[in-house]
């Protein structure tokens, strides 16, 4: 739901924020120029900023600060499932070698709340509070199975169905024919989706109410991983995880 009355000085204040998180370091003239504002309000801003410790300067050019670690990390350090679910992602990653993952669903993207790796796990994109289209993930697929049609519709309709390789899901009429499948299975799939060359499989975590929390993964290597590892071992470890995160959360 977009704002009625947008504060102008804070949209202007998150845009750099935005700009910064995807450029890195950057001077003001180049952030005034990228944002088409004056020099001097990017520099007034950035030096609120830096004031709070949200920013640091470093010779001419400002890059974030930590205070945004700070902030995240208090985020998630109060969030149940977090709390509940970080031993048992640590767990799976043990037993299966390879990288587990924990995502819940914000604003019609799913976010990961963590992510541990194996002794084999390979070295992804992937990070505590990386924002993903849902539809291009196992996680992803797995919460939005479960989730109301009315707000899958409100998601497909704000977010799209942008195919990021060439095995992605990029119409409705796919999208609701694997819903139905990781409903009938229990567990979803990502055959190199997001990523190519990378399988994953999930499994949904619910609420005693059948609410969908979040969910957790494995995923690895598309040479490591067979389609009897798929449908076997390996899906088995992710539901028992889920499961034992869902007892631990419900009672």
Known sequence: MEAKH???TTEKTLRLVEELMEQGQCRVTE?????DMGKSTVHNHLTT????????QVGEEYRLGLKFLEVGGNTRKSMEIYQVAEPEIKLLAEETGEL?????????????????????????????????????TALGKAILAYLPEERVDEIVERRGLERKTAASIGTREELDETLAEVRERGYAIDDGERLEGLRCIAAPVKS???????????????RRVSDDDLHGDLSERVLNAANVIELNVNY
């Open 208 to 222: 005693s109410s059948d609410e969908v929390l979040g969910a957790v993964s494995v995923s690895a290597p598309a």
């Open 49 to 56: 900023l830096r004031e709070h410790g949200y920013v640091e």
């Open 100 to 136: 587990a993952n924990l995502l819940v669903e914000e604003q019609g993207l799913g976010v990961y709340l963590m992510r541990a790796k194996g002794e084999k796990a390979v070295d992804l994109d992937t990070y505590a509070g990386l924002r993903v289209n849902l539809h291009t």
């Open 31 to 35: 952030l005034a120029d990228e944002l």
């Open 6 to 8: 947008p504060v102008r």
